[in-house]
C-alpha cells in the first residue's frame, strides 16, 4: 500500500482535568447550545406572511403530503441561537488568526456595506443589460486593476473559487493545446504544492508527475528541465510557494517551459506577499487565480464564499470562457454564449451566470481604500510581520531549509520538538489556550509536522511582540518536559479535543432523533 | 508456507493456489486509526501492483496493491463494518483478500519476514 | 492607512530586528529586473467617504429588483429575506471566521453546517448532504461526475428541460475529462421521452424540476428507466422554495439532488455568491464532492462537530479527490440556515403557497393579454410566455416602461428560432397586486 499522508492523532485522549459542572452546562458567556430540531418546533415561525390568495393548484398532482421535517423559531429564539454559535468561532476580528496560505487579513466593514447598495445587492443577473450597466462597469474597474497589478493580458471573472480558477486556467491550456493538435499528457506538479493543483490536473486526465524541491524549499529549472517534454502540457507552480519562499529561478523555469511547448499555471494564493512588488506577466506566466477572498479580503465566512478570476497570457487569451464583457460605443455588453462570441474560442462555461459579484464589489472597495501605495505597502508589511516572526523564533523553532528570507508566511518544521514528547499538534492545541488560533499544521506535506505562520498585515508590532512571547513561553514548557499541558489541550476552549475517529467509523451527517440512532443501530 | 511481504506493506499467506492478502502491522501503526476499508469485488482479476483495495484513517487514504497477479476468490467483509479490525489484528482477522494465483513464480520477488523487518527498520 | 497598523517607526525597528535596512532586501529572491520599483499606476488611496462616492455613482446606474416590478426568475429568484439573516451573517464570529479545521474553536460553524446538512436533506427527502457547493449549477456538474464515479461508465443523458447555462457547464466539464454528454433539445412543454435515451453506457439522467420552462413532472417514471438500466437519476431544483410545495425528488426515487439554494436567505447579487445544496442516498456518501460535517464527542464525552469523512478531499486524496473542491459556500449556507429556521416548516409551506398563488394570478392576467398564451398545464412560481414576435425586443420595451418582464428565453439558447417568442416569467412573494396589474396593463400596450 502506499500511505500518501502523514498522519496525526485523530482521537483525544482521555481529558484528566475536568472543570466543575454546572446545572446548565454552560460556562458563564459559553452557553450549551441545542440544535434547531431539537429547540424548534414546526408549528413555530420566525416570519408572518399573509394568508395566500385562494387559487386551483396547477402543481400537476404533484402537492407535497405530511411534513418535511423543519422545525421553525421566533425570531428572538433564532437571534439567541446564532448568536450563541457565533461565539463558539474564532474569528480575525478577535484575535490574530495565522493560518498560513490562507490570508486572514482584516475584511473591512466599507466592503460589506458597498456589496449591499441595492445597486449592487439587489440585482438581477439576466435583467435587462441596459439596466446594470454599472455592475458591467464594475467588472471592468475590477478587471482592468487586476490585470495592472498583474502585468497579464485577459482575465477570467466568473470562476467561484480558487480551485475553480485553477481548473479555469487549465482548461485554457488543454484548449489552447488541442487548437493547436498537440497531444499532451503530463502536468508537472511539484510535491509542495497545494492539494487542488494535482486534483485539479487528474480531473482533466492529465497524469501528475512529480517534482522535487530541492534542499532549500524551492524548485530547481534543472529538475524541471528533465521532467519536461514532448507529451507535457505544463506545469502548475505555486509562487512565491507554499513554503513561504519565492522561486528564485521562476524566470529561467517559465522560459524553458515555453520552449518546451509548455504552458505555465501559476497558483496565485500566495499573491499577497507581491502585489505591488513584481507583476506575474513579468516572470512569464501563463495564467494564474488570485483568491479575492485572500488576497483582495473579501471575508471567509467560515468557508466560503469564495471568488477566484483568472487572469492569462495573450497566447491563452482566446481560450477564456462564457460570459466576458465587451464595451462597445457608449454601452457595457456581456457576451454569454458561444453564438455571440466573435474573434475568441471560449473553451465553455464555468457556472451559470456572471461569477461572484458580490465578491468584486468587495474586492473593488479594497482596492480603491488601499490605491497603489496602500496595496504595495499591504505586501511589504506582510513581508516584513512574517520575517518578524522569523526572527523572533529562529533560536527555538527549526526551519525545515535553513534560516533564510522568507515572504507573507514563515515555515517551521517539528525538528526541534523532537523527543520531547510533544507533536505539532499538541503545541497547536495549547495556542489555543493562549487565545490565538492555531497556525496551519501538517501542511506543506514535503516538511515533517508543519507549521506555516502567515501573520498578514493587518497585526501590529505589539500583536506580533506577544504573539512571539507567548509561542517561545510554550515552546519552553513543552522543552521542559510539561507535556501534560499540551496532550489536554485545549483546556478553556468551548470543547476539548474531538474524536474524529469515532466520526468517521460512525459518521453521522445530519441530526436524528435519539431513538432513530438506536433503531439505526439495530 | 510462510508469510511473504511487499515493500508496499502487504503481506501474502499462501495455502495451495490462494493467497491471503492484508496489511501489515507496521502499516496500520503507521495509518493511526483505521476508519474504512474497500475490498475488491469478487471475480476481479488483478495483475501484480494493480490498485486492489482502499485503507482509510481520518486524515490518510491508501492504495492497498496486489502483491502478486490473480483473480479476487474472496474479500473480508467484517473490514466494512468494523474497520477497527485493522489496527487490532492486521495480519491475522483483517485480512483483505484472497487470490486465486496466477503466477507463482511471483512470490519469489517478495521478501521473508527477516527481509521485510530489516527494510522497515532501514526505511524508518 | 486606517488598514495598516504598522507605523513608520515600527517598520524602522522591525527591519532593524530582522537585520535588515530595507524591506527590499526580503525580496533578494525576486530577480532584480523583475522588482517593480514605480507603483502600479492605479489610483492612490481614499478615505470611506471618497471610495462610498464612486461605487455608489457605479450602483446608481443599475435598476434594483425592489425598485420595480419585477418578475426575473430562471435561476434566481427575488424573494424577501428577513433584516435578522442579515445582521447575524455579519457577526464578526460568522464573517472573518474560516473552515472550520480547529473543531474547539469553530463549533459555532461547524453545528450550523450541520443544521443546514440536516435541513437539506429534509427538504430533498433524501439521506444526507454536504456543507454546500459553490452554486446549483457547478454542483449540478459535480453530480454528474460522482453519477460517472458510481456507475464506472461516462455518459450523461441531458433533459431538454435543464436549464441551458448548467447544461453548458456540465458539457464543458464533460467534454475536457473525456466524458459523454447527450443533451435532449430544449423542450418547453415537457413532451421529451427520456426513458428511450438512456441505454447501457448512460450513467445518469439530469433533470430539472420544475424544468427551466415552469413545467413540473413526476419523477418516479424517469427514475424508474434510468435504474432499470443501472443509471442514476439526478434532480436539478434551481428555486428551492418550489419544495415548500411539491412533492422532494428523494421521495419519487432521485439518487442525487443538486439545487441552487439562493431564493432562502441569499440576495439576487447580480448572480452570486449563492449557494449550492448537494443531497444523496447514504450508500454514495463516499463518492459525494465537498466538505461534510459530522456529529462526534470531545474528550469530556459531549456532543461536538468536526469535517469529516475528508479522505475523499483535495487536501489528503490530491490527484485521486473525489473533487478539487476547497473554498465552498459557508456564509450562504449560513444565511439559507438561518432563514430557514425563521421559516420553519409552516412558514415554507405558506410562502411556497403564496409564491404559486402570485403565478397563477399573473398567468391568468397575462394569458388574458390579445395574442399572449402560457405554455404550461403546469407549474410553481415562474412559467413560460408565448408573445406575438421578437421577446427579447418584449423584454427591453417592457424595462423601458419600468416593467422587468422576465427572461427572453433567447438570451439563454440564442438562435434558436423555436424558442424565439417564450419569455420566462416568476412570480414571487414580493409582487403585490398593482405589479402583476401593471406588468399586464404594459405588456398589452407593448404588443
Known sequence: MAMNSSGRPTTPGTATTGTAATFTGNRALDHEEALIFESGALSKTGVDLPEPKQHKSRLGGLERSGDIGLPGLTEPETLRHYVRLSRKNYAIDSGLYPLGSCTMKHNARLNEKMARLPGFGDIHPLQPQSTVQGALQLMEILAGYLLELTGMHSIAMSPKAGAHGELCGMLAIKAAHEAKGAQRSVVLVPESAHGTNPATAAFMGYTVKTI???????????????????????????NPNTCGLFEPEVVAIAAAVHAAGAYFYCDGANFNAIVGKVRPGDLGIDAMHINLHKTFSTPHGG????????????????FAPLPYVVKDKAAYRLIETATAATGTHPFGRLTAFHGQMGMYVRALTYMLSHGSDGMRQASEDAVLNANYIRVGLRDIFSQPFGDQACMHE???????????GVTTLDFAKAMIDEGYHPMTMYFPLVVHGAMLIEPTE??????????????????????????????????????????????????????????????AAE | MAIKFTRDHE????????????????????????????VPEIGRML?????????????????????????????????????????????????????????????????????????????? | MRYLPLQADDRRAMLAKVGVTSVDELFAAVPKAKLLRALPNLPKAKGELEVERELGRLAARNTPAASVPFFVGAGAYCHHVPASVDHL????????????????????????????????????????????MYDGSTGAAEAVLMAHRITRRKKAVISGGLHPQYADVIATLSKYSGAAVHALAPDPQARETIATTIDAETSCVVVQYPDVFGNIRDLRPIADAAHAKGALLVVVVTEIVALGALRAPGDMGADIVVAEGQSIGNGLTFGGPYVGLFATREKYVRQMPGRLCGETVDAEGRRGFVLTLSTREQHIRREKATSNICTNSGLCALA????????GETGLKRLAAINHANACDLADRLAGVKGVSVLNDTFFNEFTLRVPGDAAAVIEQLAAKGIMGGVPVSRLLPGDKAVADLILVAATEINTDDDRAAYAAALKEVL
Open chain 1, 212 to 238: 522535487p524541491a530541492r534542499d532549500d524549499g524551492t524548485v530547481s529549472v534543472d529538475a524541471v528541465k528533465s521532467a519536461l517534454g514532448p507529451d507535457v502540457a505544463a506545469i502548475m507552480l505555486t
Open chain 1, 303 to 318: 468557508g466560503g464564499p469564495g471568488s477566484g478570476p483568472v487572469v492569462l497570457s495573450k497566447a491563452l487569451s482566446p
Open chain 1, 410 to 420: 514563515v515555515l517551521f518544521d517539528d525538528a526541534w520538538l523532537k523527543d520531547t
Open chain 1, 458 to 519: 493587518s497585526e501590529s508590532k505589539q500583536s506580533l511582540d506577544l504573539f512571539i512571547a507567548t509561542l517561545r513561553t510554550l515552546a519552553m514548557a513543552a522543552k521542559d518536559g510539561d507535556v501534560e499541558r499540551f496532550k489536554q489541550a485545549p483546556q478553556f476552549a468551548p470543547r476539548r479535543r474531538l474524536d474524529e475517529t469515532k466520526a468517521a467509523r460512525e459518521p453521522r451527517l445530519t441530526w436524528k432523533a435519539s431513538t432513530e440512532h438506536k433503531e
Open chain 2, 11 to 38: 503481506w501474502v499467506s499462501v495455502d495451495g493456489d490462494i493467497a491471503t492478502v492484508g496489511i501489515t502491522s507496521h502499516a496500520q501503526s503507521a495509518l493511526g486509526d483505521v476508519v474504512f476499508v474497500e
Open chain 2, 47 to 124: 495483475k501484480q501492483k494493480d490498485a486492489a483495495a482502499v485503507v482509510e484513517s481520518v486524515k490518510a487514504a491508501s492504495e492497498v496493491y496486489a502483491p502478486i497477479s490473480g483473480e479476487v476468490v474472496a474479500a473480508n467483509a467484517d473490514l466494512a463494518g468494523t474497520p477497527a479490525l485493522v489496527n487490532e489484528d492486521a495480519e491475522g482477522k483483517a485480512w483483505f483478500f484472497k487470490l486465486k494465483i496466477a503466477n507463482k513464480a511471483q512470490l519469489d520477488g517478495l521478501m521473508d519476514k527477516a527481509a521485510y523487518d530489516a527494510f522497515v527498520k532501514e526505511s524508518a
Open chain 3, 89 to 132: 451573517i455579519q457577526r464578526s464570529e460568522f464573517l472573518t471566521s474560516y473552515t472550520p479545521y480547529q473543531p474547539e474553536i469553530t463549533q459555532g460553524t461547524l453545528q450550523y453546517l450541520f443544521e443546514f446538512q440536516t435541513q437539506v436533506a429534509r427538504l430533498t427527502a433524501m439521506d444526507v448532504a454536504n456543507a454546500s
Open chain 3, 336 to 343: 439559507f440556515t438561518i432563514h430557514m429556521t425563521l421559516l
